[in-house]
């Protein structure tokens, strides 16, 4: 059914090939809440190559040993988001998505429901298998079977979050008689997301049996209502057949934002956000009509001026429904 209102967030411009500051990422948020965004976002990356679309859109691979290849690199996603429980009021925070091979689970739940509590209940946990083969290697993680390790991690983060004494074995993780304290200040915990592009059978079943809310990230790919049917039919059909409820489930979507100025060149593959503010509105008012309840954006024109040449589009929004 339609969302009865659609609410857009801001993916947070936390990279960089150069240098960013915290006090860069506090004012593109201030900004973003004084025009009226409903949520911020961080992403969960630690380094990528900055200068090869294709590497990053494939980040399977390890990072060539290539001088000429300008590395990108990333502002550590739960600390961000800390601080922004802090110094932002009101938004819904979130990470999109966290890499569940960068922390144990354990302990990402705890970090969960601490800033969970700090923020008031505003936090989105986010996560995903991580398929960026190339940052775990460079960092010492393990990366093989990682859907199983998504998985085992899915498990132990639900049981803490709900205040269990939590004994796994599985696998790739273990966890001996724990339990969150003080545990979480919502009933259940942070709802966890789960993102996914064209999911495989198993990713399919994981956000059906564990996800409170789904993402499908089109921000490389085709930004329109069409794209994003296609997405959903898929997780409404794996709800189905896993026995539940697509009902059950918020859904979500996320696209690129091709920001007037920016000097943003879509591929000829790619169909972003685009056009005049009511253009843009028309497109994320399309989402909403196949029940998407939000829709996160990543601005090709990322701070504080790509922030406020958005605030039409929200104008728009809000104006006509």
């Known amino acids: 059914m339609p969302a009865e209102k659609l609410r857009v967030g801001l993916m947070l ?5 150069t240098d960013v500051r915290w006090s860069e990422v506090l004012d593109i948020a201030g900004i973003a809440h004084e025009v009226g965004f409903d949520a911020l976002y961080v992403s969960d ?5 900055g200068n090869n679309a294709e590497l990053k859109r494939h980040a399977g691979v390890d990072f060539p040993d290539d001088p000429d290849v300008e590395l990108e690199g990333y502002m550590e996603c739960f600390t961000v988001l800390a601080a922004l429980a802090v110094a932002i009021p009101r938004l819904a925070l979130g990470s999109l998505v966290a890499s569940s091979g960068y ?3 354990g302990l990402m739940a705890k ?3 601490t800033i969970d509590d700090i923020s008031d209940g505003r936090l ?3 996560l995903g298998a991580g398929d960026s083969e190339g940052e775990h290697l460079t960092f010492g993680f393990p990366h093989e079977q990682r859907v199983g390790r998504f998985e085992e991690a899915l498990q132990i983060i639900k049981s803490l979050f709900r205040a269990e004494l939590t004994e796994f074995e599985g696998a790739h993780h273990r966890i001996r008689a724990a339990r969150l304290l003080p545990p979480a ?3 259940g915990g942070p709802p966890i997301l789960i993102g996914t592009l064209n ?3 198993r990713m399919r079943r ?8 789904w993402n499908g990230w089109l921000g490389y790919t085709d930004a329109t209502p069409e794209s994003a049917a296609a997405q959903l039919q898929i997780i409404d059909d794996a709800c189905r057949e896993h026995g539940r409820d697509p009902n059950t489930l918020v859904a979500t979507t996320a696209v690129r934002g091709a920001m007037p100025g920016s000097g943003y060149v879509p591929r000829p593959d790619e169909r972003p956000l685009a056009g005049p503010p009511r253009e843009m509105a028309e497109t994320l008012r399309g989402h909403a009509r196949l029940g998407i309840a939000e829709v996160q954006v990543a601005l090709t024109m990322g701070g504080s001026d790509g922030v406020r040449a958005f605030a039409p589009v929200i104008e728009e929004l809000r104006s006509r429904g």
Not at 45 to 49: C, I
Request: proline content about 15%; glycine content about 4%.
């Open 124 to 126: 989105v946990l986010g």
């Open 13 to 17: 411009p936390t990279w960089t090939t």
């Open 103 to 105: 922390r144990n689970p």
């Open 185 to 187: 200040s919502r009933r």
């Open 45 to 49: 990356h630690l380094l990528l190559p």
């Open 206 to 213: 994981l956000v059906a049996q564990y996800a409170d809310m």
């Open 111 to 113: 970090m969960a429901v």
């Open 199 to 201: 999911p495989r059978p």
